[in-house]
C-alpha cells in the first residue's frame, strides 16, 4: 500500500497534465470523478464548492471517519478546496477573476443555472477564449429531456440497463455501482483532454457536453448490436454472457468462481479440465451457437462437477490449463488481494481532520510521467487564501470576503 501525504502547492507534480489548471463546479459522482482523474495526471484542480454547505456530498454521513464524510474524501482527494457563494456579486467576480487563466472549467448543473447567475459560457468565454467549458448533465444540453435533471439510478433506467441487469423473470435492477456516474466522468476527463489538445494547437476553447444517459446508453454495445440486427431488445442474463458460453459465474463446493470460455479452445481446455472430454463432440455443447442454445444443460452438467471441489482448487486447475478463470470476490477480497496492492490500487492519504484514510489509487500507470496522489480531499474551503493570493487577493480583501459571506476559509 503507497502512503501519501499533504504537500504544497508548489510541489510539482510529475504527471502529464502538470501545468493545466481545473476549476470543477462539478458536485457528488461524475463531475467529482472526472476531476480526480484530472488531478492525479497532475492537473491542478480547484475544487470550487458553492457556499452555504459545499458540495452536496459532504452530507452523506455514513460512514463518517472522525466526523468526515468517506464518500466525500475518495472522490475529491488531490485537489485544493474553495468556497464561494455565487448567489453574490463579489462571489461571481472571485470566480470571474479566476476563469481568466484557467485551461478547463467543469460543472454539472441542470442546463440555464449558471446562465441565470450570468457566468454562462458565453460570459466566461468571453473573459477567457481558451476556456474548455466541460459540462455534464442528466440527458446533455439539447433534445427534449434537456431541461431535466438527472440521477444515476434514472439514467440507467432510461438507457435499458435495468432491462439488462440480473437474473431473468426477476424486477429490473441497477447495477451494484453508480456505473453512469463514473463513466460520465471518465468520459468527460476523455473529452476535456482532446479538447485541450485542439487548445495547445489552436489557442481555442470549447464546449464539452456528455451525460449521464448517454454514459449509460454506450455500456450497451453487445445489446444494441442485438437490436439494430434483430428488432429485439435482449433481457437479462444474470452473470451469463449474451453472445458466448460458458461465460458466467458457476457454484463450487465453498462459494462462486467465474470461467470465461469466450472462445472455441477455451471451451475444449474447459471439458478437460472438468473431466468431459467428450463434451467436445457432444452436438448440445459443440459450437458456440450450440451452447447457447443449449445453455441451461450446460450450465447444469458443469455446476454438477464444480460443486465436488472448492474455488481454489478449481482457480488452480483452470489456471494450469490456461483457461480464464477468477473468484467472486467481495469488495474487502478485492482490495485486499496482494495483485490490487502490487497496482498501488490502494493508497493511505493524511487527512487533516479524518487522520490516516485509504483510498482507490489511480487506474492510469504511465512511464515518465507517473501518477501521484499527493493530497487529501479539501476540508470546506480550505484552500481559500491560498488560492485567492495567487489570483492577487490582499489578505484583508480576503478577510473582507469571508467576513462578507462571500468566500469561507
Known amino acids: 500500500m503507497s502512503t501519501l501525504g499533504t504537500t504544497s502547492a508548489n510541489t510539482a507534480h510529475p504527471g502529464p497534465l502538470r501545468g493545466m489548471r481545473v ?50 474524501m475518495v472522490l475529491n482527494r488531490n485537489k485544493r478546496g474553495i468556497a464561494i ?52 448533465s442528466g440527458y446533455g444540453r439539447n433534445g427534449p429531456a434537456a431541461d431535466k435533471g438527472g440521477f444515476d439510478l434514472i439514467a440507467q433506467g432510461f438507457a435499458g440497463l435495468m432491462s439488462i441487469t440480473g437474473e431473468p423473470g ?21 473529452g476535456i483532454l482532446a479538447a485541450y489538445v485542439h487548445k495547445q494547437a489552436t489557442g481555442q476553447g470549447q464546449v464539452v457536453d456528455t451525460s449521464l444517459m448517454e454514459a449509460a446508453l454506450q455500456q450497451t454495445y453487445w445489446h444494441a448490436a442485438i437490436y439494430f440486427a434483430t428488432g429485439a431488445s435482449p433481457g437479462p442474463t444474470g452473470s451469463a454472457h449474451l453472445l458466448t458460453a460458458p461465460y458466467q459465474a458457476f457454484a463450487t463446493r465453498d462459494g462462486w ?39 441451461p444443460a450446460l450450465t447444469d452438467a458443469m455446476n454438477d462437477v464444480l460443486a465436488t471441489r472448492t474455488t481454489a482448487e478449481w482457480i488452480a486447475a483452470f489456471d494450469a490449463a490456461g483457461v480464464p478463470v477468477g473468484p467472486v470476490h ?31 489509487g489511480c487506474p492510469l500507470h ?11 480531499a479539501p476540508l470546506l474551503g480550505e484552500h481559500t487564501r491560498e488560492v485567492l ?6 489578505d484583508a480583501d480576503v478577510d473582507a470576503l469571508i467576513q462578507g459571506g462571500v468566500v469561507a476559509g
Open 23 to 72: 476549476l470543477e463546479l462539478a458536485q457528488i459522482m461524475a463531475g467529482p470523478t472526472c476531476g480526480m482523474l484530472l488531478a492525479d495526471m497532475g492537473a491542478d484542480v480547484i475544487k470550487v464548492e458553492k457556499l452555504p454547505g459545499g458540495d452536496d456530498s459532504r452530507g452523506y454521513r455514513e460512514p463518517l471517519i472522525n466526523g468526515v464524510s468517506a464518500p466525500f
Open 389 to 394: 493570493r495567487e489570483y492577487g487577493y490582499a
Open 170 to 190: 426477476r424486477p429490473p435492477v441497477k447495477t451494484g455501482n453508480s456505473v453512469a456516474d463514473i463513466n460520465a466522468g471518465i468520459l468527460a476527463a476523455v
Open 330 to 360: 467481495t469488495i474487502g477480497d478485492a482490495l485486499e488481494h496482494p495483485q490490487t496492492r502490487a497496482r498501488d490500487m490502494v493508497v493511505e492519504v493524511e487527512h487533516p481532520q479524518a487522520g490516516t484514510t485509504r483510498a482507490l
Open 366 to 376: 504511465f512511464s515518465r510521467t507517473p501518477t501521484r496522489i499527493t493530497r487529501a
Open 85 to 136: 457563494n455565487l448567489k453574490q456579486a463579489a462571489g461571481r467576480d472571485v470566480l470571474l477573476r479566476m476563469v481568466r487563466d484557467a485551461d478547463v472549467l467543469t460543472e454539472n448543473y441542470r442546463r440555464g443555472t449558471l446562465e441565470k447567475l450570468g457566468l454562462g459560457y458565453d460570459v466566461l468565454s468571453a473573459v477567457n477564449p481558451g476556456l474548455i467549458y466541460c459540462a455534464v
Open 257 to 295: 468462481i467465474n470461467i470465461g470460455g469466450a472462445n472455441q479452445a477455451n471451451w475444449e481446455r474447459i471439458a478437460d479440465v472438468l473431466g468431459h472430454a467428450e463434451w467436445r463432440g457432444d452436438a448440445r455443447f459443440a459450437t458456440n451457437s450450440a451452447r447457447m442454445a443449449n445453455l
